[in-house]
């Protein structure tokens, strides 16, 4: 019995260390929550499998024609009559091949093509990503704001916990009335409100972030870290717009195919072209023993030369071309509207810092301290507390806007610009 005991102990006590190691786990940071997304997330891979499909196709372009082998046995003849003859006496045996040879390098522009095209997928799907990854940052975002406005709410609580505090003393002392202290009491309702409106705010940010991750971690375990403010250094406008230029897959994409139509173009003037057959023969015909042969086909591309593919290339170029200059255009469009977003923000974020956040502060202690010597009413005390909290949220509001800006400005480039 005692043994039994001890080895319980002993399973209770590991039990109870991996729990605590597995509820300590670290809280992630952007770079390993989008590392984990990259190797997880099931339209990521999806998407890198129609890539490699293409690349498979590059090999069936690359193919050659096969070869063509006919085998004959003509004029066996089993049946009587005439003059005397064995079934086989006059059996006619040969075997031809024949190979077409393609030619205006046909097979090397059909590879061409297939090359451009695996291009292309790759740059659609460098532009899946840098969609996904859109939506990655910006659950990543509302999960730093949700912290940080429970942090603020569980601030705000124990501050006026410890004011609820000081004037139940001074109620007992006889410093203030009942119907005082009763709506200072009702007021801390709000203040428990923003808290587990918090908590749930918090949680749905958690399940939506780890949705994206594909994920089944307990939300309890789960957290992530990252800077929550903003930087009021940005890169010129010009400057921008080039990287973005250079970088938006989806840009990239467009510019791909104008090149992939000019190849089509080729391969459909390509294809109008004649490929000869060339045919080796070898066989027995009696009385000749052996013999062999040489033929060549070649076929008369009188009426169909292939017409309507070099008509409908020549046109998919003009199309792609300005489907290319539409893109450029909704470049330059995005990337201009972002940057515009998050200098507004800037311009409304800094004066919250220089001087809102420390007023705010100050305004609240002082007519705590003045309420609480009697030098302020209850009326200026919950104004005060209602002006700190909402000064507060509005910061942190946009701060997560500033933040979103930035992620719709990496949108727009196709790269991260601003961390």
């Known amino acids: 019995m005692r043994g039994f005991t001890q080895r319980l102990c002993?399973?209770?006590?590991?039990s109870a260390t991996l729990a605590g190691s597995t509820s300590a786990q670290k809280p992630l940071t952007w770079q390993e929550v989008r590392a984990k997304f990259e190797a997880a997330n099931p339209t990521l891979q999806a998407g890198q499998i129609g890539v490699d499909e293409f690349r498979a196709q590059e090999i069936t372009a690359n193919l050659r024609p096969n070869p063509n082998l006919s085998l004959l046995a003509d004029q066996i003849d089993p049946f009587n009559g005439g003059p005397p003859h064995s079934t086989f006496g006059f059996l006619l045996a040969s075997g031809t091949a024949s190979y077409l040879h393609e030619r205006q390098h046909k097979r090397?522009?059909?590879?061409?093509?297939?090359?451009?095209?695996?291009?292309?997928?790759?740059?659609?799907?460098?532009?899946?990503?840098r969609t996904l990854i859109f939506g990655l940052r910006m659950a990543f975002v509302q999960a730093l704001q949700e912290k940080a406005i429970l942090d603020l709410a569980k601030e705000n609580l124990a501050y006026y916990d410890h004011v609820l505090e000081v004037n139940?003393?001074?109620?007992?002392a006889g410093d203030i009335a009942q119907v005082d202290l009763d709506r200072l009491e009702i007021q801390r309702v709000q203040y428990e409100s923003d808290l587990q409106t918090a908590e749930v705010s918090l949680r749905t940010a958690k399940i939506q972030l780890l949705a994206l991750l594909n994920e089944r971690t307990p939300i309890d375990q789960f957290d992530v870290?990252?800077?929550?403010?903003?930087?009021?250094?940005?890169?010129?406008?010009?400057?921008?717009?080039q990287v973005a230029v250079d970088t938006r897959p989806d840009l990239k994409a467009a510019l791909q195919s104008?090149?992939?139509?000019?190849?089509?173009?080729?391969?459909?003037?390509?294809?109008?072209?004649?490929?000869p057959t060339f045919g080796f023969d070898?066989?027995?015909?009696?009385?000749?023993?052996?013999?062999?042969?040489?033929?060549?086909?070649?076929?008369?591309?009188?009426?169909?030369?292939?017409?309507?593919?070099?008509?409908?290339?020549?046109?998919?170029?003009?199309?792609?071309?300005?489907?290319a200059d539409a893109?450029?255009?909704?470049?330059?469009?995005?990337?201009?509207?972002?940057?515009?977003?998050?200098?507004?923000n800037i311009i409304l974020l800094q004066p919250y810092k220089d001087r809102y956040l420390k007023q705010a502060v100050r305004i609240r202690d002082t007519i705590s301290f003045s309420y609480e010597h009697g030098a302020a009413s209850l009326l200026d005390f919950l104004n005060a507390q209602a002006d700190y909290r909402s000064v507060e949220v509005n910061y942190l509001n946009l701060v997560a806007s500033y933040l979103e800006a930035a992620n719709q400005l990496n949108l727009a480039v196709g790269r991260e610009v601003i961390q």
């Open 108 to 129: 090397e522009l059909r590879l061409e093509t297939a090359q451009k095209a695996t291009g292309i997928a790759v740059s659609g799907q460098e532009d899946l990503e």
């Open 225 to 241: 870290m990252g800077p929550f403010d903003f930087s009021i250094q940005l890169v010129p406008l010009d400057e921008i717009r």
């Open 327 to 344: 893109a450029r255009a909704q470049v330059f469009s995005d990337v201009d509207s972002a940057y515009a977003t998050i200098s507004s």
């Open 282 to 323: 070898v066989g027995r015909n009696p009385p000749i023993d052996q013999y062999i042969g040489f033929s060549v086909s070649i076929p008369l591309r009188i009426f169909d030369r292939n017409q309507g593919e070099k008509q409908r290339t020549q046109l998919d170029i003009g199309r792609d071309e300005r489907l």
């Open 258 to 275: 104008v090149e992939k139509a000019k190849t089509d173009h080729r391969l459909a003037i390509a294809n109008g072209s004649t490929d």
């Open 168 to 172: 139940r003393e001074r109620y007992k």
């Open 10 to 14: 002993c399973g209770l006590f590991l």
